[in-house]
C-alpha cells in the first residue's frame, strides 16, 4: 500500500467520483490503491456532507490495524507529514471555509479564536 491515509469503510459506498467504485464496511478501505480523493472529498465522507448524508468513512482505531491486514504505520507516515492543520495561521475568510467544509455552523461576527474552538469542539 501507498502512503496514502487509510479509512476504514462504516457504509456502503458507490464512489460518484470514481467510476462508481464499489466500497463494502468491513471489508474495504478508502481510498483504493492509486485513488488520490481531495482532502474535501475526504470531509464530506467524514462528516456525512454526502449524498447519503451521514458519515461513510472513519479513522482508522488500533483494532482495524489487525482485521485489515495492514501495518501499523502504513498510513502514519502521511498523517504525519500532513499533520494537525495550524488555524491560528488561518486568516478569518478561511477559517469559515474550513468550518463549512467540516460542516461547523460559525459566522464572520465570531473571532477567529472562537471559530477555532467551535471547528475543534465539533470534529475532535
Known amino acids: ?9 462504516t457504509q ?3 464512489d460518484l467520483e470514481d467510476d462508481n ?6 471489508k474495504d478501505l478508502y481510498p483504493r490503491e492509486g485513488l488520490k480523493p481531495t482532502e474535501e472529498r475526504i470531509k464530506s465522507l467524514l462528516k456525512g456532507n454526502n ?7 472513519a479513522e482508522l482505531e488500533e483494532s482495524d490495524y ?3 491486514g495492514i501495518e501499523r504505520g502504513t498510513d502514519e507516515a502521511q498523517q504525519e507529514k500532513e499533520g494537525a492543520v495550524d488555524y491560528s ?8 471555509e474550513e468550518a463549512e467544509a467540516l ?4 459566522d464572520k461576527k465570531m473571532t477567529n ?12
Do not use: C, F, H, N
Not at 449524498?51 to 468513512?57: D, H, L, N, T
Not at 460542516?103 to 460559525?106: N, S, Y
Not at 479564536?113 to 475532535?124: A, L, R, V, Y
Open 103 to 106: 460542516g461547523v455552523e460559525a
Open 21 to 26: 467504485q464499489r466500497y463494502e464496511p468491513g
Open 12 to 14: 456502503v459506498i458507490t
Open 51 to 57: 449524498r447519503q448524508q451521514r458519515p461513510v468513512i
Open 66 to 68: 489487525e482485521q485489515y
Open 89 to 96: 495561521k488561518m486568516k478569518k475568510d478561511e477559517l469559515l
Open 1 to 9: 500500500m501507498s502512503e496514502q491515509k487509510l479509512y476504514k469503510v
Open 113 to 124: 479564536d472562537e471559530i477555532i474552538q467551535k471547528i475543534k469542539s465539533e470534529t475532535e
